[in-house]
């Protein structure tokens, strides 16, 4: 008897773990994507930007459902690649996130609830200039030609949350004193492997 | 409108001990009517801009070619923060033994393809004498290096081609031609200047270089004082026109964004008759499809007045002559041209100030004397700056490009794109192999002394 049982515990779990298996779609980055990084300053609001968002996410059933989404996710910016078109204020930047020694962004994403139509609530771990921290923000996804999968989303944050002192530049007699407060903005494209 | 602008300054005004210090080309071109034209921070006495620009990591350079130029070359490069000398290539020992003492810490080779070899080499200076560029630089881009190639590219558009199609097939790697004046800030400001048309309808314009000197380089060992004066061999010189003219040529071409249709050479050898077959002085006029002309000249034979350009409009002349220039105004030009730049008010009012009697005050208008660094300010000088940063950015972008995404040549190619906007200016392969192309052809004229009428295809690169 213990043996029958055993082979329907077995027969049950295989057919539990069989859709799962299944449906795993996985997207990654792909050139076109773009990020942007938004401040304030005394003299003047600031924007940086990199088109280079790495990484991939799993997707296992249907992104349409309400609730929460067996997903994983990671992506990486260079901080090299962050830019603006004053490059003084670039390595002013880049020194501010210790470019030398932590040369990326990462984000781990760690939870992903749909909300319906597309629309996702995201948690995850963001590292930046070697300080982690969790993050929520608002997400969108949209399909596009090609099994294209455009995320899109944004995130409010302050620097001094990753140990970054917002920077004063040594220009002006120091007058130049950047806020804390910046927001991020992301359009990542990813492709069906 | 300042009407003292117009005012000739009277005898009065100026020192006669002001004119001999060395105020005295401002003072003449004062004197004449004339307006210097000056960036405005330069005017404000501020510190240079080569020193405000933030500078890149550094970027390892060998450098290939220790003649004179080459040498120059090496020392320019030390006053770089970044960009360490990592290697230096001579097939002429006592030249390279040379070039060591200014670059003590790199490793010396006679075979240019050894340099090649070396990982340690991440961008090469090719500073060889010009018909020698091709193998060299191609072997280069090839070896997957960044390539900073002197001008003129080539002694022939073949050649002259090769290097440039190389360049362009080779997007991961960053090229730069030896055209300096395209770094040159002073040139940069003076662009939007010609452009719009302030000087009024082009009438003509000139370029002049005029320096006594033989051109011949001296050498115990037979063998070797033929191979070192390669430029009075035609065989392997492009001649005054092309190993000098080019960039007075180029820039001029670029300010006005247009290139001649013909060109008529003469030339001959006045003074140096000493067995070279490469004219000591020579004279090409270019026709443009508007009707105007460029004349360039230049001799080996005389030096009154060195090198300058003129641009000749009918509102305005304007002379361009090192790192300054001035414009002189026609009396009848309109208001409205002149008054777009009305900020140079400034720094003339300045300059006015300084050449009346008082020398102590214009020291104190400026934080240091401005010919206190004159080295720095060379167009070798913001040329080498603009090739290290750029390399650096060009290799961190394709390396940053290819982290994210692996190998997407095509994708990679757009990023570059993007990158290429941002970049220090400088003379890229296509500028680089038109201007090669026409003095290559005004040199064909003027040793035949005969008007040739320039192709499109020989511009092409296909």
């Known amino acids: 008897m213990k043996h029958i049982r055993n082979i329907s515990l077995l027969a049950a779990a295989l057919i539990c773990a069989a859709p799962a298996l299944a449906e795993t779609v996985t997207y990654k980055g792909k050139p076109g994507s773009s990020v942007t990084i938004s401040g304030t300053s005394t003299i003047h609001d600031w924007t940086v930007e990199s088109k280079l968002i790495g990484g991939s996410m799993e997707f296992n059933g249907n992104l349409d459902k309400p609730g929460k989404v067996d997903a994983k996710g990671e992506s990486m910016i260079s901080v090299r690649s962050i830019k603006s078109d004053k490059k003084a204020m670039d390595d002013v930047m880049h020194a501010a996130m210790k470019s030398d020694e932590h040369k990326r962004i990462d984000f781990k994403l760690k939870e992903l609830i749909a909300e319906g139509g597309m629309k996702f609530k995201a948690t995850g771990d963001l590292s930046v200039a070697g300080v982690t921290k969790e993050v929520k923000f608002p997400v969108t996804m949209e399909k596009g030609d090609d099994n294209v999968m455009k995320v899109k989303g944004e995130l409010d944050t302050k620097m001094t949350d990753f140990g970054i002192t917002p920077p004063s530049p040594p220009i002006a007699g120091g007058v130049i004193k950047t806020g804390d407060d910046v927001k991020i903005v992301f359009e990542w494209l990813t492709q069906k492997k | ?462």
């Open chain 2, 1 to 462: 409108m300042n009407n003292d602008l117009l005012k000739p300054l009277s005898a009065e005004d100026v020192d006669r001990r002001d004119f001999i210090k060395g105020a005295s080309m401002s003072t003449l071109m004062m004197l004449l009517g004339s307006t210097v034209l000056v960036p405005s921070n330069q005017a404000r006495g501020q510190d240079s801009v080569e020193k405000k620009r933030a500078t890149s990591p550094p970027v390892k350079i060998g450098v290939i070619g220790c003649g004179a130029w080459g040498r120059d070359i090496i020392s320019t490069l030390g006053q770089l923060p970044n960009a360490p000398v990592v290697a230096i290539c001579d097939i002429y020992p006592a030249y390279l033994r040379r070039a060591g003492k200014a670059a003590p810490d790199a490793k010396t080779y006679e075979d240019y393809k050894q340099l090649l070899a070396d990982e340690n080499v991440e961008a090469v200076i090719v500073a060889t004498p010009t018909y020698l560029h091709r193998q060299i630089t191609l072997d280069a881009i090839a070896a997957g290096k960044h390539v900073y190639c002197e001008a003129p590219l080539a002694g022939s558009i073949e050649d002259a081609r090769a290097i440039a199609l190389a360049a362009k097939r080779a997007p991961r790697t960053y090229f730069q031609a030896g055209l300096n004046y395209r770094s040159d800030p002073q040139r940069h400001f003076l662009i939007d200047f010609i452009r719009t048309g302030s000087w009024g309808k082009t009438v003509t314009s000139r370029a002049q270089y005029h320096k006594k000197q033989s051109w011949r380089r001296a050498s115990s060992n037979a063998e070797q004082e033929k191979l070192i004066n390669w430029r009075l061999d035609a065989a392997t010189s492009t001649g005054l026109v092309g190993e000098l003219g080019i960039h007075q040529l180029d820039i001029a071409n670029w300010f006005r964004l247009k290139r001649p249709v013909a060109v008529t050479g003469f030339g001959s050898i006045i003074e140096w008759k000493d067995g070279r077959n490469v004219d000591d002085t020579v004279q090409a006029v270019f026709e443009y499809d508007d009707g105007s002309t460029m004349v360039y000249d230049g001799t080996l034979a005389n030096s009154f007045d060195s090198d300058y350009e003129m641009y000749y409009g009918t509102s305005a002349a304007l002379m361009v002559r090192e790192n300054k220039a001035w414009m002189f105004k026609e009396v009848d030009a309109p208001l409205l041209g002149w008054e777009v730049y009305a900020r140079k008010d400034t720094f003339y009012k300045e300059v006015g100030v300084a050449l009346v009697a008082n020398a102590t005050k214009q020291t104190a208008l400026q934080d240091k004397p401005q010919d206190a660094s004159p080295y720095a300010s060379t167009p070798l000088f913001y040329a080498l700056e603009a090739f290290v940063s750029n390399t650096y950015n060009h290799k961190a972008a394709v390396e940053d490009f290819t982290e994210t995404f692996g190998d997407d040549n095509e994708a990679l190619v757009e990023y570059l794109k993007d990158v290429a906007s941002t970049r220090l200016p400088a003379a890229g392969f296509k500028d680089a192999f038109e201007s090669t192309a026409l003095v290559i052809k005004a040199n064909e004229a003027i040793q035949s002394k005969k008007r040739i009428e320039l192709k499109p295809e020989w511009f092409e690169l296909g």
